[in-house]
């Protein structure tokens, strides 16, 4: 079986300070990892994948994540946080069922932006 | 805008209602999704769809039908709700069901209150 952990349900930064969201996952195969982001009052929208090749993943908004086997780990981070950046982040994974993939998601971290 | 629309976006319901939930995807998708998102628990699959063909019914109470006339169009009847029904409903779609290579597009919701 899949699951996710995130860690910290609430995060606030700083504008311009880093951000970083923390995503552990546990599985029994290599899995895809997925970030998406919730802002208010809309559904979720894809942020970036991990599927195979490059640990390193860049995704939409400035933000990117890195796969780290050996600490079952997908942690998101941005350089620099923005107002815009407010919103809710869910990590997810999936494992592939021959066609019936599923994604499993994490509970969430609710992102605030001090300004 | 995702190209996934969803009506209404709120709905008050008695447990005693009948009511239904439409969702709608402009992409030409195939796979379709209906998740409920409670508060502080992760996102829960409820059914997914391949070519109006229901592929997955996630041990959803039989309160909760859904219905796929085509692959534009999904909806969720519900029937008898119980209070701990209340969340949002999200729809989603993606072009097929693999997912290490298409991503899912969510709509916006529907806020589900049931008294």
């Known amino acids: 079986a899949q699951s996710v952990t995130q860690l910290g349900s609430h995060v606030s930064v700083s504008e311009g300070a880093l951000v970083l969201l923390r995503c552990n996952y546990s599985?029994?195969?290599?899995?895809?990892l997925f970030w998406y982001v919730q802002y208010p009052n809309q559904g979720l929208q894809l942020l970036l994948k991990y599927t195979t090749g490059a640990t390193l993943v860049k995704g939409i908004n400035g933000f990117e994540a890195e796969f780290k086997k050996s600490e079952t780990s997908f942690h998101l981070t941005k350089p620099s946080a923005h107002m815009s950046d407010a919103a809710e982040y869910f990590c997810?994974?999936?494992?592939?069922?021959?066609?019936?993939?599923?994604?499993?998601f994490g509970t969430g971290t609710r992102l605030t932006i001090i300004p | 805008e995702t190209g996934v629309t969803q009506t209404p976006r709120h709905l008050v319901m008695g447990m005693t209602n009948k009511k239904s939930l439409k969702c709608e995807q402009h992409?030409?998708?195939?796979?379709m999704y209906w998740y409920k998102q409670s508060a502080k628990k992760p996102l829960e699959l409820m059914f997914v769809?391949?070519?109006?063909?229901?592929?997955e019914n996630n041990s959803v109470p039989s309160r909760f039908s859904p219905e796929c006339p085509n692959s534009s169009h999904l909806f969720l009847h519900l029937h008898t709700l119980q209070p701990e029904d209340s969340a949002l409903y999200l729809c989603?779609?993606?072009?097929?069901?693999?997912?290490?290579?298409?991503?899912?597009?969510f709509g916006p919701g529907t806020r589900l209150t049931v008294l």
């Open positions: 769809y391949n070519f109006k063909e229901q592929t």
């Open positions: 992409l030409g998708h195939n796979a």
């Open positions: 989603a779609s993606s072009q097929d069901l693999g997912l290490h290579t298409d991503t899912q597009y």
């Open positions: 997810a994974v999936s494992l592939t069922n021959f066609g019936n993939e599923k994604l499993t």
């Open positions: 599985s029994s195969v290599p899995p895809y």
